[in-house]
């Protein structure tokens, strides 16, 4: 158990950013998961839905420093791609 105020108050911020971080991957592994489950099964229009709630869990993710911009870019680029291999 933290003693002084400055741990007490680090613990609390890092509660807060564990609730955070859990949310953000959430988001991530639901999305691309139903992403990548929509791609194997060839539908091409829910793909596309999806495709774009993963982009914006993606951003979300890069903008608060829980996983790298090029991660999230790269991320969102081979789905892109996947996506326009099916639909083609």
């Not at 007490?8 to 959430?26: D, E, G, H, Q």
């Not at 592994?29 to 229009?45: G, P, Q």
């Amino acid at each position: 158990m933290p003693i002084t105020s400055s741990a007490k108050k680090a613990l609390r911020a890092s509660a807060k950013k564990r609730v955070n971080n859990i949310r953000r991957k959430t988001a991530i592994d639901t999305n691309l998961k139903k992403f990548r489950k929509l791609v194997v099964e060839k539908k091409a229009k829910e793909a596309q839905a999806v495709l774009a709630n993963l982009s914006q869990a993606l951003d979300k993710a890069a903008k608060t420093n829980y996983i790298k911009a090029n991660t999230a870019s790269r991320l969102k680029s081979r789905a892109a791609a996947s996506l326009k291999k099916i639909s083609a």
